[in-house]
């Protein structure tokens, strides 16, 4: 069962399907990254070559930001939103909704982190 960018693959799924797993790369990405190393996508995982997942890793590293770095891009931002006390990111550091959301009667279990 081989791991890819931090997400375990099924040996029994379709490589196009199997490469959605991994955060960052949707559908059509993974669509894209069969193309681009000649195989089908309707190969089962476990009919991959050592040298095929290989270079799926090589693609993967090179043209696509996924797995922590995804995570920590998006930490960044949320940091940033943060530090210039923005509307948002007051919102965040208080733990509420940020784009409109009625806290009256929902988002309870937003409210009820504030309140302990």
């Known amino acids: 069962m081989p791991y890819l960018s931090g997400a375990r ?3 029994d799924e379709q490589v196009r399907i199997a490469s959605t ?3 960052g790369i949707g559908p059509k990405k993974a669509i894209l990254l069969c193309s681009r190393l000649g ?3 309707n190969i089962k995982m476990n009919e991959l070559t050592k ?4 270079q799926i890793i090589k693609i993967i590293r090179k043209d696509h930001v996924v797995h922590w770095e995804l995570k920590r891009g998006k930490r960044g931002n949320i940091e ?5 006390s923005s509307y948002r990111g007051i919102r965040h ?5 940020l784009r409109g959301q009625r806290t009256h009667t ?3 279990t937003a409210r009820k982190q504030i309140r302990k």
């Open 9 to 11: 693959l099924l040996p």
């Open 21 to 23: 797993k991994i955060d």
């Open 39 to 41: 195989i089908s996508g």
């Open 51 to 54: 040298y095929q997942i290989d």
């Open 80 to 84: 940033r939103l943060i530090s210039i």
């Open 93 to 97: 550091k208080a733990g509420l909704p």
């Open 106 to 108: 929902n988002a309870r």
